[in-house]
């Protein structure tokens, strides 16, 4: 019996005269159809292309990644500089506003001091005062034994003084000039004190000494190494 899905056979086809036609293997026609999409699957494939558009984009990434991180670093380092600058202004200009401060102040008690050596002058040549020589010979011959008796027995006063120390700010808050205290004390190894001055405000003393001349040193050789905006020797109170 024959396939009819067979080709026919060469003894059953029409003879033509020309030479006789090459023999193809059959293929079904779903086979055929497999190896046709297999065939246009190997001429083109979208995954088939090299991936340097992914690499790329992964460098730009990486690039912009890095570039934020540095712009954030040198805005972070630009903002403690001003903001240190900032402070060190603010100090030098509370310290330069105290100075003036104690200046004015000085110059207005001695201004006050003189008014009134001249409102008893004139007082005195108006006759409404003794005359200063008299009333210092007065009391010099009423209590002269007396006080020389007085002053033998009694001992001298405390000295109100605990050496020298050197003068490195001056503050109107004394929470302020202690801070100032420890950090200068840090930085310098030398331990202080913070004193209340006539005028209400607050001196940050370093170091402590035994003369002046010491303190002097000591004061040149901080200024010359720039730890500190003012150096000057100064008398430690005794607190």
Do not use: C
């Not at 008893?120 to 020589?133: E, F, H, I, N």
């Amino acid at each position: 019996m024959t396939d009819p899905n067979e080709p026919d056979s060469p003894s059953n086809a029409p003879s033509t005269g020309g030479p006789p036609e090459e023999q193809r293997p059959y293929i079904s026609s779903r086979l055929r159809e497999k190896l046709m999409e297999s065939e246009g699957e190997e001429e083109w494939s979208p995954k088939g292309g090299l991936p340097i558009t992914g690499i790329i984009i992964g460098v730009v990434v990486l690039a912009l990644v890095v570039g934020g991180v540095m712009f954030l670093r040198s805005a972070a380092k630009a903002q403690k500089v001003k903001e240190d600058a900032a402070a060190a202004a603010a100090a030098r200009a509370d310290s330069l506003a105290n100075l003036a401060r104690m200046d004015s102040l000085r110059v207005a008690a001695q201004a006050d001091s003189v008014a009134r050596a001249a409102a008893d002058s004139v007082a005195r040549k108006q006759g409404k005062l003794p005359p200063k020589s008299a009333t210092a010979t007065t009391s010099t011959g009423t209590t002269g034994g007396s006080t020389g008796a007085a002053a033998a027995a009694t001992p001298p006063p405390e000295s109100k003084t605990d050496g020298f120390g050197i003068g490195v700010g001056t503050y109107l808050d004394e929470g302020r000039a202690k801070s100032e205290l420890d950090r200068l004390s840090g930085s310098t190894s030398l331990a202080g004190m913070v004193a209340p001055t006539k005028d209400g405000s607050f001196q940050v003393i370093l170091g402590k000494f035994a003369s002046r001349g010491a303190a002097d040193k000591k004061a040149v050789a901080l200024a010359d190494s720039g730890l500190v905006r003012e150096a000057h020797v100064v008398v430690r109170p005794k607190l």
